[in-house]
């Protein structure tokens, strides 16, 4: 089912559901979110934003890697076909600077890449396009768990 409607009240957004979107149980997260499309990199930031996150916009593989040198992200979510570096080079580049770092790919090619022999390196969960705010939810879950409360680190 789709969430087709979110009030505002005080502690954050309340989906139609009555859950809150900002609810403990799903929490905030840093998020880098790469696409050469303004449009695609615009509509997954308002969809993650709506949930609270802090969503930083790169339109490629080279500015998602300076972006990187200086911030440190909860996610990183890619396209797959870009110019200049593709999602799965830019993946590659991401964990050897940092193994740990979570890459979450969206793609059209989801199913003839998963079936491939060649395996995505760097790449910890794919999202077929089209994709719903579940979508994202589910792989956000999966891939970047919440940071223990009261432990060092930061932005």
Same mark, same amino acid.
């Given at each position: 089912?789709?969430?087709?409607?979110?009030?505002?009240?005080?502690?954050?957004?309340?989906?139609?559901?009555?859950?809150?979107?900002?609810?403990?149980?799903?929490?905030?997260?840093?998020?880098?979110?790469?696409?050469?499309?303004?449009?695609?990199?615009?509509?997954?930031?308002?969809?993650?934003?709506?949930?609270?996150?802090?969503?930083?916009?790169?339109?490629?593989?080279?500015?998602?890697?300076?972006?990187?040198?200086?911030?440190?992200?909860?996610?990183?979510?890619?396209?797959?076909?870009?110019?200049?570096?593709?999602?799965?080079? $830019?993946? %590659? !580049? @991401?964990?050897?600077? *940092? +193994?740990?770092? #979570?890459?979450?790919?969206?793609?059209?090619?989801?199913?003839?890449?998963?079936?491939?022999?060649?395996?995505?390196?760097?790449?910890?969960?794919?999202?077929?396009?089209?994709?719903?705010?579940?979508? $994202?939810? %589910? !792989? @956000?879950?999966?891939? *970047? +768990?919440?940071? #223990?409360?009261?432990?060092?680190?930061?932005?």
């Amino acid at each position: 089912m789709q969430e087709k409607l979110a009030i505002l009240r005080e502690g954050g957004i309340v989906s139609a559901t009555g859950k809150a979107m900002t609810d403990p149980a799903f929490p905030q997260r840093c998020i880098l979110v790469v696409d050469d499309e303004p449009l695609v990199c615009d509509a997954v930031k308002m969809m993650l934003e709506f949930d609270g996150h802090e969503v930083v916009t790169a339109e490629s593989g080279k500015k998602a890697l300076a972006l990187l040198e200086h911030k440190q992200f909860d996610l990183v979510i890619t396209d797959f076909e870009m110019p200049g570096m593709k999602g799965d080079e $830019l993946a %590659a !580049a @991401i964990k050897t600077r *940092a +193994p740990a770092q #979570p890459v979450v790919m969206i793609t059209a090619y989801a199913e003839l890449l998963q079936a491939s022999r060649n395996p995505l390196t760097g790449v910890d969960h794919v999202i077929s396009k089209p994709f719903l705010l579940e979508n $994202l939810r %589910a !792989a @956000i879950t999966k891939v *970047a +768990p919440p940071r #223990p409360k009261g432990g060092a680190g930061g932005n």
